[in-house]
T-cell receptor
Framework: KQEVTQIPAALSVPEGENLVLNCSFTDSAIYNLQWFRQDPGKGLTSLLLIQSSQREQTSGRLNASLDKSSGRSTLYIAASQPGDSATYLCAVHDASGAGSYQLTFGKGTKLSVIP | DVKVTQSSRYLVKRTGEKVFLECVQDMDHENMFWYRQDPGLGLRLIYFSYDVKMKEKGDIPEGYSVSREKKERFSLILESASTNQTSMYLC?????????FGSGTRLTVV
C-alpha cells in the first residue's frame, strides 16, 4: 500500500527566505502527484499537479519537482511571504490496482513565515 | 474554474441523529470522493463514486453510506451519528488535471 511522508512536519522561516518542502512515496507506480495548500479550518487548494511523465511544474513563486524513480518530490517556495503561512500537503495518485482511484496524502508540513 | 460546493461549513448534531452532508460540483466530473481529516491521522478516504449510482468503499466506510442519484451531487450519510465522527469532512472531484476540493464541513457530534 502506498505511503506518503512529508518532512519536516513543521517549519518556521523569516520572511524573504527561499524554502523547500519534501515529500516521499513508497510505490513509484504513480499517475501523478499534486501539492495542496490548506489554511486553518478551510478546504484544500490545489497548487501544482505533476504528471508522472513530467519532471517539474512552476506557478509563480512555486516550483514542484518529481523524481519518480527515487519516490521523491519537492516544493520550492521562493521569497517567502507571511501569506504563505499554511499547511502544505503532498498527495499521490496511484496508477495501478485497487488504489487507482485514490489519492494518498502525506500528513503535511505546517509552514510559518515570520514577518 | 471547477467549483465544489459543500452545503454547510459548520454543523452540530446530536448522538444518534441521521446526518446528511451534501456536495455539489458544477463541471460534470464522473469521479467524486468523501474524505475525513483528523489531527495526527491526516486525510482518509471514506467513500468514492465513479459514476451515477455507483459507489465504492474507501479506507474507513464503517458508520457511513453515500448516495449519488445525479452526477453533480454526492451525499455522505451518517446513519447514526457518534462522537467519534466529529471531524472535518472534505468532498472532492477528479479529472485529468487533478483533484478539486470543497471548502469542508466541520461536523461536531455532541
Amino acid at each position: 500500500k502506498q505511503e506518503v511522508t512529508q518532512i519536516p512536519a513543521a517549519l518556521s522561516v523569516p520572511e524573504g527566505e527561499n524554502l523547500v518542502l519534501n515529500c516521499s512515496f513508497t510505490d513509484s507506480a504513480i499517475y501523478n502527484l499534486q501539492w495542496f495548500r490548506q489554511d486553518p479550518g478551510k478546504g484544500l487548494t490545489s497548487l501544482l499537479l505533476i504528471q508522472s511523465s513530467q519532471r517539474e511544474q512552476t506557478s509563480g513563486r512555486l516550483n514542484a519537482s518529481l523524481d519518480k524513480s527515487s519516490g521523491r518530490s519537492t516544493l520550492y517556495i521562493a521569497a517567502s511571504q507571511p501569506g504563505d503561512s499554511a499547511t502544505y500537503l503532498c498527495a499521490v495518485h496511484d496508477a495501478s490496482g485497487a488504489g487507482s482511484y485514490q489519492l494518498t496524502f502525506g500528513k503535511g508540513t505546517k509552514l510559518s513565515v515570520i514577518p | 474554474d471547477v467549483k465544489v460546493t459543500q452545503s454547510s461549513r459548520y454543523l452540530v448534531k446530536r448522538t444518534g441523529e441521521k446526518v446528511f452532508l451534501e456536495c455539489v460540483q458544477d463541471m460534470d466530473h464522473e469521479n467524486m470522493f468523501w474524505y475525513r481529516q483528523d489531527p495526527g491521522l491526516g486525510l482518509r478516504l471514506i467513500y468514492f463514486s465513479y459514476d451515477v449510482k455507483m459507489k465504492e468503499k474507501g479506507d474507513i466506510p464503517e458508520g457511513y453510506s453515500v448516495s449519488r442519484e445525479k452526477k453533480e451531487r454526492f451525499s455522505l450519510i451518517l446513519e447514526s451519528a457518534s462522537t467519534n465522527q466529529t471531524s472535518m469532512y472534505l468532498c472532492a472531484t477528479r479529472q485529468d488535471y487533478g483533484y478539486t476540493f470543497g471548502s469542508g464541513t466541520r461536523l461536531t457530534v455532541v
